[in-house]
């Protein structure tokens, strides 16, 4: 069955260090997405990419960076210049053809800065 | 500004009873408006959706949402909560063109009680 599947369901990250989240779909969906996820705080974007070899900014995008090099993949880096970068981390992957198709989800990746 | 409120960060409801989830929603024209469900440490599945026609939409795992264009609202029911439905709901909003990112709320937490 095809669906998205995010690696490492968890991570944890010394302080200073970068990490990647793996973001992988086979659904052939050309859209992909990161949301970061707090308590109470709903899904905030950070990234989005809706063709290979092009992506852009949402809104809190500062500390992170993504690749979309491959139309099934879109990796994030948590890099060390995000202060608080302890959180759930969701990613998603829509059909392109027209805003009616909803986002289809990964099971998330949590962070925890030791 | 584009917003979607979720006046309720917290419902508890015995099992077997109604429910309704509030979403509120800001937007210059008429949005697609989504339903999605989350269980803890799990990514979000989409319950439901609404383009167009008729107003009261059915989604997956027996819950419903209908669409009042007057009062800006997409509110999810539910006539009978068992307790597999405990888990955090979210609306989400999204525009009719091209550039669609989806606007989500704070989410609602469902609580059921024995």
């Known amino acids: 069955d095809g669906g998205i599947t995010q690696s490492p369901k968890y991570l944890f990250r010394k302080e200073g260090q970068n990490v990647t989240l793996s973001c992988e779909q086979n659904l052939n969906h050309d859209a992909m997405y990161w949301y970061r996820q707090d308590p109470g705080q709903g899904l905030r974007l950070i990234y989005y990419?809706?063709?290979?070899?092009?992506?852009q900014k949402g809104d809190i995008a500062e500390g992170y960076s993504v690749s979309r090099e491959k139309k099934e993949s879109f990796p994030l880096t948590v890099t060390s210049a995000q202060k608080n970068p302890t959180a759930f981390y969701l990613c998603a992957s829509r059909k392109s053809g027209g805003p009616g198709y909803g986002y289809t989800f990964g099971s998330g990746t949590r962070l925890t800065v030791v | 500004a584009q917003s979607v409120t979720q006046p309720d960060i917290h419902i508890t409801v015995s099992e077997g009873a109604s429910l309704e989830l509030r979403c509120n929603y800001s937007?210059?024209?008429?949005?697609?408006l989504f339903w999605y469900v989350q269980s803890p440490g799990q990514g979000l599945q989409l319950l439901l959706k609404?383009?167009?026609?008729d107003t009261l939409v059915q989604g997956i795992k027996g819950f419903e949402a209908e669409f009042k264009r007057s009062q800006s609202s997409f509110n999810l029911r539910k006539p009978s909560v068992h307790w597999s439905d405990a888990a955090e709901y979210f609306c989400a909003v999204g525009p009719m063109d091209s550039n669609y990112q989806l606007i989500w709320g704070a989410g609602t937490k469902l609580i059921i009680k024995p």
């Open positions: 990419s809706q063709i290979v070899n092009d992506f």
């Open positions: 609404y383009f167009s026609g």
């Open positions: 937007y210059g024209a008429t949005p697609y």
